[in-house]
């Protein structure tokens, strides 16, 4: 049988999933986590290797003989030297497609916990201001609805066109800017160009990929195109951001508020220049952790595997 060696599968399944399936396509050993010198004697001599975030350089592949196919827990590839692996024969598959519906929930959770502030309210309550109140109901700020606003999204692709077909749901002005000239497939949405995402937006969701071109294209130029009122959601990709920029725009509220579910480094450093702004909300990159997400990533992930056996690899990055 085969040797399958997950290098840092605690991310996929902290314990509330089930390694099962993949464990009958072979001789299964599962680390929540590896170091350099770890992942080098597990890797050693396996023929597939499963990791999420491990970065699998030329080095690492140098301890790799027997090394056949790279199944990685997820979409994104960077973590790992495709040249490398082209150059040496192994095959690598990744796992698209997962996350929608959870990215897409996540999303609007932290928007709608802004809009209405939830927190803020709840934590009122509790300490007795409606207990005192002489009304039966009372905001400690303004409450806005968001539909009628304008919603823009930039990058359109499955998460960000589900993204742009809830704000619509509710009542929203759909806007996107996408690099593609194919047709938005919803009529009902205006395609526009990204100084005007930026200018005319009440809220702007960030959902494009991370590369040269969109690398800190929120930045201090963009943002001061933004409206006062704007609020800025990125659950794509930190480096889309400029943190320091953002941190200077919203401490001189530049905008509203900024609600990320990702930063630059992650685990971000303790001292971060965002931190200590009430008007900016960070969730621990968590917008793809749901439970059915990680299930629909451990399938594909076992599915990648029978096809590598069955000769019929599928979702092949090289």
Known sequence: MIKIVALDGYTLNPGDLSWENIGKLGTLEVYNRSTITQAQE???????LIVNKYIIDRDFLDYCKDLRLICISATGYNNVDI????K???????VAGYSTTGVVQ??????????????????????GYWSICPDFSFTANPIHELAGKKFGVLGYGDIGSQVANV?????????????????????????????????TSDVISLHASLNDASKEIVNEKSLAQMKKSAILINTSRGGLINENHLAECLRNEGIQAALLDVLVDE?????????????????????????????????????NIKAYLNNKPQNVIV
């Open 167 to 199: 704000a619509y749901a509710f009542g929203m002005e759909v806007q996107v800017c996408r690099r593609s000239n194919i047709p938005l497939d919803q009529t009902e949405f205006e395609k526009v160009d990204i100084d005007t995402l930026w200018s």
């Open 88 to 94: 040496r024969g192994i095959r690598v598959c990744n």
């Open 83 to 86: 040249k490398a692996c082209k």
């Open 267 to 303: 685990p971000a450093k303790l001292q971060h220049p965002l931190y200590e702004l009430a008007n900016c909300k960070i969730t621990p990159h968590m917008a793809w952790a749901s439970v059915q997400s990680r299930e629909r990533c451990m399938e594909t992930v076992c599915q």
């Open 106 to 127: 996540h999303t609007f959770a932290m928007l709608l916990h802004w809009m209405n502030s939830i927190g803020r309210h709840s934590s009122l309550v509790k300490k």
């Open 42 to 48: 597990r890797a050693k001599d396996t023929e597939v």
